[in-house]
């Protein structure tokens, strides 16, 4: 008999007699607990209704059958020719084909080779985002397992991106880098390092207008969203693409089960092409990630910048090697749209909204979400994750967040080996199906003060309404309101640290409670309603919640990190590419305060304004004896556009004002005032914010 099909007969010789075997040798409960490196093979017995073999357990090592199971592989293995890594993946359970894992101390283990890994290039037709009447094309690089090509299909772990050119991803700055021939030879972050060994694709796509693919940007709207989604199409057969040599190409070696992952832009386009709610997302990681572009680009209805999204789509298109004049064209009809004049919320913005209808929404979702952010972040503001988390409650989505005590961070940065522990197990559950107990887990973890780490199943933990009303003396007290109002004059040029210290009465309010009586959490979404009589048609304010009491915070500046000289590695090698980063410390030092929450209103026309200003949302730990100050007063230009540059008197009606919090406080005798003076602070107490920030 020629080799060849001996060989094959000889395998499936093995095959049935491992089934036989397990047939005969059903496994115990404590059998089919994780061991250290396993075999995973179907257990089946006979089904009764037809006398077919099913499928029941696992066989896994260590346990009575081990020495006529290893006997059988291993002479598969040496006759056969199989690759003993491979081996473990060629016969699994649960799976059509052969699964593409090989599960090892109950996640994925790394046998497949990333050197020998296919790298391909492929261009995806997408819908015509930017209005010339031809379709987008979109530049996707791919990197997936050698081994298992054409034996089994594989899920895959997308990055989206404008940035692959311009900017750069990670705190390395990596981009991407070709070969002579057109090949990707360099995927930045760990992701194709670390997982394509693991049995999964990663795939990274060129958002529409940037690097390599044609298009226009336009700031998480169709033409963004859009170019993403249609890779995802493709990934699951609905789309076209074609590959370097212009033929056509299907993407036969995936499942279509996609997980997404990305920071800020990248982030924002994770959770804008889930709320598109379409078929074969099956999970998005988003890191510090924008939910609401509305809310990015505007607090209260005052634009951090004018012009921001076209200076921001201008940059993205930087470096691009598709040319596309019309994308002028796009670019003005969004500086037309984008209504920086009145701050108003239009149908521009809720086309940029993932929260709510008419564009991609929440309750379209089919995906789960894996949030991560900085409680500090002030590029990418906390209601992206806080109102995006509870939207996604109320939508029923399966869902999970770690919050930081830093800024702008990634999880990879700040808590390396914890993070890439968490996210392999995550994507192993959402992506491979493997059952590792993920889900059952607390799905909140905060840092609530530095390295001090909380676990809970809801966010906010326990929400207990606390008012709080301000005084005419200057205290901020948990009583009945009372009547009486106070005055400030507007000043353009006071900056916020002026502005919470003391020495500027005259240009601001500040109330202070009595000394905690014991060290209090501070989570969720503080609001003011407010009283307040101006007498220009334009105006402003800013209400920001500080906790007065020197104590070792995490700075909040240059996002409370540092870069060390260390690295550390994460997956498997090439020659154009080490798998090594450098590792990351946070910025501590004692501080007189910090700023808990800010934030801000627009006032439109003169008289009486009855508003209700939600504040950033924030989890942090007040020590007892600390003091809450709230302080109003009206320009703000660290944060936003000053509408109203007069020195024009504002009036507070102090029965009409109450600040609510969600967190039951308590307080002792009053002790000495904690405000310090602005020489007090100290360099990094208060962030330095870009009023025209790229969420990069």
């Not at 101006?534 to 104590?551: C, E, F, N, T």
Request: proline share 7%.
């Amino acid at each position: 008999m020629p080799a060849g099909p001996y060989l094959a007969a000889f395998k499936h010789h093995v095959w049935a007699t491992l089934r036989l075997v397990d047939a005969c040798l059903p496994l115990s409960p404590e059998q089919r607990g994780a061991t250290p490196r396993h075999w995973q093979m179907a257990c089946p017995t006979l089904d009764a209704s037809g006398g077919n073999l099913r499928q029941t357990g696992h066989v896994r090592s260590g346990t009575p059958r081990v020495a006529a199971v290893a006997t059988a592989i291993a002479i598969a293995i040496v006759v056969g020719g199989i690759p003993v890594a491979a081996a473990d993946a060629l016969v699994g359970p649960r799976w059509e084909k052969p699964r593409p894992y090989v599960l090892e101390d109950g996640v994925s283990a790394a046998v497949y080779s990333y050197r020998d890994a296919i790298r391909e290039h492929v261009v995806v037709s997408a819908p015509d985002g930017d209005g010339d009447g031809r379709r987008d094309s979109v530049a996707v690089d791919i990197i997936r397992p050698r081994e298992l090509d054409g034996r089994t299909r594989v899920p895959v772990i997308l990055v989206a991106s404008p940035y692959f050119a311009c900017c750069g991803r990670g705190n390395e700055s990596e981009l991407k880098a070709y070969a002579a021939d057109g090949s990707p030879v360099t995927f930045p972050l760990f992701y194709d390092n670390f997982f394509v060994p693991r049995g999964y694709a990663v795939v990274l796509v060129d958002m529409a207008g940037t690097n390599h693919s044609d298009g226009c940007a336009d700031i998480g709207a169709a033409s963004d969203i859009g170019s993403v989604k249609a890779v995802v199409d493709w990934l699951n057969g609905r789309a076209d693409a074609v590959d370097a040599r212009d033929r056509p190409v299907e993407a036969d070696w995936t499942n279509g089960k996609v997980g997404m992952i990305g920071k800020s832009y990248d982030g924002a386009l994770a959770n804008g092409v889930a709320a598109t709610g379409v078929e074969g997302l099956e999970t998005v990681v988003p890191i510090s990630a924008i939910s609401s572009w509305y809310e990015y680009m505007r607090f209260g209805g005052l634009p951090r910048a004018y012009d921001h999204a076209t200076s921001l789509a201008t940059a993205v298109s930087g470096e691009r090697t598709e040319e596309d004049p019309d994308c002028d064209r796009v670019n003005r009809r969004m500086s037309v749209n984008d209504g920086d004049e009145s701050g108003a919320y239009t149908s521009f913005w809720s086309a940029r909204d993932y929260r709510r209808p008419p564009g991609p929404q929440v309750d379209r979702l089919r995906a789960s979400v894996f949030i991560s952010h900085g409680l500090q972040d002030t590029n990418v503001t906390t209601p992206n994750f806080s109102r995006w988390w509870s939207a996604l409650g109320r939508a029923g989505v399966q869902r999970k967040m770690w919050l930081s005590r830093l800024g702008h961070v990634e999880p990879f940065d700040y808590d390396r080996a914890r993070w890439v522990r968490t996210l392999h197990r995550w994507f192993d559950r959402e992506l491979m199906g493997i059952r590792n107990g993920i889900l059952g887990e607390p799905r909140v973890r905060v840092e609530i003060a530095p390295d001090l780490w909380r676990t809970s199943n809801t966010w906010p933990v326990r929400p207990v309404r606390t008012i709080l009303r301000p005084r005419a003396d200057g205290r901020l007290v948990a009583g009945d309101a009372r009547r009486g109002s106070l005055s400030f004059v507007n000043d353009a040029s006071q900056s916020e640290a002026e502005a919470i210290t003391r020495g500027r009465d005259r240009n601001r309010l500040l109330f202070l409670t009595d000394p905690l009586a014991r060290a209090t959490r501070v989570d969720g979404t503080p609001s003011v309603r407010l009283r307040v009589r101006s007498k220009v048609p334009k105006g402003q304010v800013a209400i920001v919640l500080v906790d007065y009491g020197r104590s070792l915070r995490v700075l909040a500046t240059k996002d409370g990190a540092r870069t060390l000289a260390s690295q550390s590695c994460y997956g498997e090698r090439t020659r154009y590419d080490d798998a090594c980063y450098f590792d990351v410390a946070r910025r501590l030092e004692r501080t007189p305060l910090q700023v808990i929450a800010r934030g801000w209103a627009r006032l439109r026309g003169d008289g009486i304004h009855r508003i209700t200003v939600r504040l950033t949302a924030n989890d942090v730990r007040v020590p007892a004896g600390h003091r809450l100050g709230m302080v109003i007063a009206g320009a703000s230009s660290d944060w936003v556009v000053t509408v109203d540059p007069s020195p024009s008197t504002y009036t507070v009606a102090l029965g009409r004002t109450s600040l609510r919090l969600d967190n039951p406080l308590r307080f002792t005798a009053a002790g000495p005032a904690a405000v310090p003076l602005p020489t007090d602070l100290g360099p990094g107490a208060l962030p330095s914010p870009d009023r025209r920030p790229i969420p990069w």
